[in-house]
């Protein structure tokens, strides 16, 4: 285990935030994360696990010890006549396991193709995309328990998946570290052409008998064509989650803006469009401190002079105010902080 001090982590996340974490470590077995965590305990410091850094706010100073579980390793199981499992290192990146299955004929996360992050990152906000999200694919996952030190593994049922949730961001918050996670997968293909925007863009190119490597190259090319490059320009993808609201409460917003997106969670409960409500609010491509709300992207704030937490916060901080004013509705962050308050 190497441990180094006063680390600077502005490389190690994607908004490009200098931050300088107190300890850091990078692990590349399951021994280096205990032999971590017992340096953690000895020390009195709290343990903040990274991956990729692509969805996390860094603060100035982190007094405790950042993780980063590189663990690696693909394997691949046969499950039935139809499905394989493929399980992969927490450290794995999560766009090669995407390419890796779809070269390999093994269907289900296509639609998944170009998120940034870290296998091991994936189950904690169950990332989503284009129609599909992980607890679709998901088997099981491996996770040592912190205080523990125990190796546990968690099924589907113990994650409680749910729209960018998971049990990691609620009851089992900050306790364990994800050290691998199995995917079911189909061996028959079965594309999934629910999302609008990619059957249209493959019904355009003439592209009729869809297949995973079809999906996998539009799901490419339209993020490539829409979302800003994060090592270009420093940003975490969308800012705020979608609210989650009543359909009363949606009834009643209707009666005051006509043109308000909203999409079905439940027959009680409306998902809508943060980006719409942030567009209403004039922020879109407007900056703060030198932070930018994107001129196409209202959901994505951008950090192109690579300031601290505070100012990118700052930024978030306004724009939710403005949008509770307007709509009575409070925007909750998509990416987690990192370091103390
Ligand atoms: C340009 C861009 C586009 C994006 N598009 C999408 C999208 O379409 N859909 C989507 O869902 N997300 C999207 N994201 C967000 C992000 O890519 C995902 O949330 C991703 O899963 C984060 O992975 P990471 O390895 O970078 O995690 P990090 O940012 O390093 O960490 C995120 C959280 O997970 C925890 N964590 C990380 N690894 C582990 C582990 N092994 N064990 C326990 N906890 C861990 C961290 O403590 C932190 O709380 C986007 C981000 C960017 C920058």
Redesign the pocket.
């Known amino acids: 285990m190497k441990l180094e001090h006063q680390k600077n982590i502005q490389m190690l996340?994607?908004l490009r935030i200098p931050s300088v974490a107190n300890a850091y470590v990078n692990c590349r077995s399951l021994l280096e994360i205990r032999q971590a965590i017992a340096w953690a305990c000895d020390h009195d410091k709290k343990v903040?696990?990274?991956?990729?850094?692509?969805?996390?706010i860094p603060l100035q100073h982190i007094q405790g010890l950042v993780l980063q579980?590189k663990l690696k390793g693909i394997e691949v199981f046969v499950h039935n006549n139809d499905e394989v499992l493929v399980k992969a290192g927490?450290g794995e990146n999560?766009h090669s396991i995407v390419c890796y299955c779809v070269e390999r004929g093994y269907h289900g996360v296509e639609n998944l193709a170009l998120?940034?992050?870290?296998m091991?990152?994936?189950p904690?906000?169950n990332?989503?995309?284009y129609g599909a999200e992980l607890k679709d694919v998901f088997w099981q996952l491996e996770?040592l328990n912190i205080q523990t030190q125990q190796l546990e593994v968690f099924d589907f049922a113990d994650c409680d998946f749910g729209y960018?949730d998971s049990v990691?961001k609620n009851a089992k918050r900050d306790q364990?570290?994800?050290?691998s996670v199995t995917l079911k997968l189909s061996t028959k293909a079965k594309p999934n052409l629910s999302y609008p925007a990619l059957a249209s863009h493959l019904r355009e190119r003439g592209i009729d008998n869809v297949d995973a490597k079809d999906i996998l190259n539009a799901v490419i090319h339209i993020r490539r064509s829409k979302?800003?490059?994060?090592r270009l320009v420093p940003?975490?993808?969308?800012f705020f989650k979608n609210p989650v609201v009543s359909v009363q409460q949606y009834q009643t917003l209707l009666a005051s803006f006509p043109d308000i997106p909203a999409y079905e969670v439940s027959l009680t409960q409306k998902k809508l469009a943060a980006a719409w409500l942030i567009e209403q609010t004039g922020w879109k491509g407007k900056p703060l401190d030198k932070v930018l709300v994107h001129k196409d992207h209202a959901l994505v704030l951008t950090n192109p002079s690579c300031e601290i937490a505070d100012k990118v916060l700052g930024l978030a901080d306004a724009i939710a105010r403005d949008v509770r004013a307007k709509f009575d509705i409070s925007l909750e962050l998509?990416?987690?902080l990192?370091g103390e308050l």
Do not use: H, K
Not at 48 to 56: A, D, E
Not at 227 to 230: A, G, H, T, V, Y
């Open positions: 996340n994607t903040y696990v990274l991956g990729g850094g692509s969805n996390v579980p927490a999560w998120i940034p992050g870290d091991g990152a994936a904690i906000q990332i989503g995309a996770a960018r990691f364990y570290i994800i050290t979302l800003p490059d994060p940003n975490a993808g969308s998509e990416p987690r990192i």
